[in-house]
C-alpha cells in the first residue's frame, strides 16, 4: 500500500506564496506521474498540476499557468508545487495524488490510484 502525505499549506495574503510538497511511502506502479488537485467548498475536485517521473510530462490547469510551477522532490516518489501570485480563488484543500492509469487523463481524479488527506490553502484578501 502506498501512502502519500501532503505539507506546505497554510494561510497567506494575496499575493503571497506557498510551497507544498508531497511524499509517497513505498513505489508505484502504472504511468509513474503524480498530480495536485484541489477542492473549493461546493465546488468539484479539479487538477492543478501533475508531472511524471524523469519530468517528462508537466501540465497546469489554465488557472495557474505561470503562477505555479511543479517539481521533482529530492526524495524518491516526491513533489513539489511553488505557488506564487496566489489569489482568494486559490484558496481550497490540495490534494496530491499518484499512478495514474495508463491511458488515463491527468484532470480525472478516478484515474489515479492513490491519494493524500489534503493540506489547506487559504488566501486572504
Known amino acids: 500500500q502506498v501512502h502519500l502525505v501532503e505539507s506546505g499549506g497554510g494561510s497567506v495574503e494575496a499575493g503571497g506564496s506557498l510551497t507544498l510538497s508531497c511524499t509517497a511511502s513505498?513505489?508505484?506502479?502504472?504511468?509513474?506521474?503524480m498530480a495536485w488537485f484541489r477542492q473549493a467548498p461546493g465546488k468539484e475536485r479539479e487538477g492543478v498540476a501533475f508531472?511524471?517521473?524523469?519530468?517528462?510530462?508537466?501540465f497546469y490547469a489554465d488557472a495557474v499557468k505561470g503562477r505555479f510551477t511543479i517539481s521533482r522532490g529530492s526524495a524518491k516518489n516526491s513533489m513539489l508545487m511553488q505557488m506564487n501570485n496566489l489569489k482568494p480563488e486559490d484558496s481550497a484543500m490540495y490534494y496530491c495524488?499518484?499512478?495514474?492509469?495508463?491511458?488515463?487523463?491527468?484532470?480525472?481524479?478516478?484515474?489515479?490510484?492513490?491519494w493524500g488527506p489534503g493540506t489547506q490553502v487559504t488566501v486572504t484578501s
Open positions: 513505498g513505489d508505484f506502479g502504472g504511468r509513474k506521474c
Open positions: 508531472i511524471c517521473i524523469g519530468g517528462s510530462s508537466i
Open positions: 495524488a499518484a499512478e495514474l492509469e495508463y491511458g488515463g487523463s491527468w484532470t480525472s481524479r478516478r484515474a489515479y490510484s492513490f
